[in-house]
């Protein structure tokens, strides 16, 4: 959402985006959110009043009613423009699924996971996986929620990993460029693979996604920890390679977003994803990254 606070004035854009271009999904998973009041730095976390407004710009265009959960960070500890505290956030569509309330998750204490009659059950819902992971110094860390289709339940993690700032350039005069940004990426990647396999441990059939802006190609380093010993699979794969971005950096197309799904999901039903290009090579885009879309009968 590219540091949306209420100030902003692209918020019907956006809704326009979520419920045209996406057709309103069942489950709507946003990366920087900002609080309340946006960069000014006085120690505000909250961001009910700028998810308030989406949702109700996205009702106006015609969408849900869209119900929310996040966690707030703690103050100017997860990166981002100082003082905007930018996190992930959850809307879902509460005539399409439930979210699974689990008490205990804030910014501070880590979700888990439980094995329940059978079944991978999270210790906390909303939660943020190992906050206090080095991993995740000065970043985002990423919110795991449960929700349920039908009886069915699907694990879904938002990330937002570590920027390529600080990189050196595709041009520059080191070759290969040196990728410092990639230290810290692959730390957060390894956390993450490593819940996920928390999850399918505990049920071997659990259907997880992990998506948002994960900050890297799909054939890079950090996707290929991600995916792990097969625990995950890029869905942007499926698409051919001419369609394979959603960001465009110096006229380069690249994958920057990715959703990434378990075996349940990617061999045991039909799904269909796409990376929704509204953003990446238009000059009126409402923000730098294009969305992206995946479609499945749990």
């Known amino acids: 959402m590219e540091n949306l606070d209420p100030s902003d004035t692209t918020f019907d854009q956006h809704a326009a985006a979520i419920v045209h271009n996406l057709q309103s999904p069942d489950i709507v998973s946003l990366e920087e959110i900002q609080d309340n009041d946006g960069a000014k730095d006085d120690g505000t976390v909250d961001a009910d009043r700028t998810v308030g407004k989406l949702i109700d710009a996205i009702t106006a265009a015609g969408g849900p009613r869209y119900e929310w959960r996040s966690v707030n960070p703690v103050n100017d500890q997860d990166g981002g423009e100082p003082g905007g505290n930018i996190r992930q956030v959850f809307l879902f569509n509460p005539e399409r ?10 910014s501070t204490t880590a979700v888990g996971v439980t094995k329940v009659h059978g079944k991978a059950q999270l210790t ?17 860390k990423p919110l795991a929620g449960e929700f349920v289709f039908r009886g069915k339940t699907v694990f879904v993690i938002a990330n937002h990993l570590n920027s390529k700032g600080g990189d050196q350039g595709l041009t520059a005069q080191y070759q290969p460029p040196v990728r410092s940004s990639e230290i810290q990426r692959h730390a957060q990647a390894t956390v993450v693979n490593a819940f996920v396999k928390d999850i399918l441990s505990a049920q071997k059939n659990a259907e997880v996604i992990a998506l948002g802006d994960m900050n890297d190609f799909e054939f890079s380093g950090t996707a290929q920890i991600l995916e ?34 378990s075996p349940a999901i990617r061999r045991g039903c039909d799904f269909d994803y796409d990376s929704v290009h509204i953003n990446a090579e238009f000059h009126d885009q409402i923000s730098d990254h294009d969305p992206q879309v995946l479609r499945f009968r749990p």
């Open 97 to 106: 699924v439930s979210f699974v309330d689990r008490a205990g998750g804030d």
């Open 124 to 140: 906390v819902s909303p939660g943020r996986i190992d906050p206090a992971n080095a991993a995740w110094n000065k970043s985002r």
């Open 228 to 261: 792990g010993d097969g625990e995950l699979w890029s869905a942007i794969k499926s698409l051919p390679r001419s369609e394979r971005y959603s960001y465009d950096y110096q006229g380069n197309q690249q994958v920057l977003d990715q959703i990434l799904v």
